[in-house]
């Protein structure tokens, strides 16, 4: 079975600055999905990036990059440029390639970002 | 707003009772997936439906169930309630289109139990 693990479960980085998160995973699968999702204050979870295994290129959204290295099995997040509003909780996901019957996701347990002024 | 509503927000209930939890998917969205998010189990996926059928099943409960209509909007229903239900449920849709598909979640419904 898959498993999402992420290691660090709170982190703390300066306002302006650049900070990483952690995310390893497992499987024996060649092909899946990995997300990153972050769950503010008001609890509403929202996709903040998304990775596709067979693109080696990393993807990024804006402040967001990610680097995955798909032999460790690693999915980090790098937040650029932190802002008072990317203080939440930050979850890493596995989903295999298929939507419909096998498209749910998986969670890692979350990482606590603070951002401080 | 990711366009799935989920009602009601809060709810706060008694063991021993039932309740229904709804979820409306985005426009053009089939598939619906319901998570639960506790302190102690993280987020776990529950159930997910596809135009009307149950498609996949993970760590539900047999107390628990759900269905899905022909408007595609869903219903989970949690029955026999525990103190350890307490938590939030989500509900996400897709469009289910294969490798593409990215899940949108909804608000979410706070479950206490008491």
């Known amino acids: 079975a898959q498993t999402v693990t992420q290691s660090q479960p709170e982190m703390s980085v300066q306002e302006a600055e650049t900070v990483t998160l952690s995310c390893t995973y497992d499987t024996s699968e060649s092909d899946y999905y990995l997300f990153w999702y972050k769950q503010p204050p008001s609890r509403q979870m929202i996709l903040v990036i998304r990775?596709?295994?067979?693109?080696?290129q990393n993807a990024t959204e804006n402040r967001f990059s990610v680097n995955f290295q798909k032999a460790a099995k690693s999915f980090s997040l790098k937040i650029s440029d932190s802002q008072l509003g990317d203080a939440a909780m930050y979850f890493c996901a596995y989903r295999k390639p298929y939507g419909g019957s096998q498209g749910n996701l998986i969670f890692g347990k979350g990482t606590k970002l603070s951002v401080k002024p | 707003d990711s366009g799935v509503t989920q009602t009601p927000k809060h709810l706060i209930t008694a063991t021993g009772q039932r309740v229904t939890l709804r979820c409306s998917p985005r426009s053009g969205d089939l598939s619906v997936y319901w998570y639960q998010q506790s302190l102690d189990q993280g987020l776990q996926f529950l159930i997910q439906?596809?135009?009307?059928?149950?498609?996949a099943k993970g760590n539900i409960l047999e107390r628990f169930s759900a269905q899905q209509f022909p408007d595609l909007h869903s219903e989970l229903n949690l029955s026999s309630l525990e103190l350890g239900d307490s938590a939030l449920y989500f509900c996400a849709s897709s469009v289910a289109s294969g490798r593409k598909e990215t899940q949108y979640f909804g608000p979410g419904t706070r479950l206490l139990v008491l």
């Open positions: 990775q596709e295994a067979y693109k080696q």
């Open positions: 439906y596809y135009n009307g059928e149950e498609r």
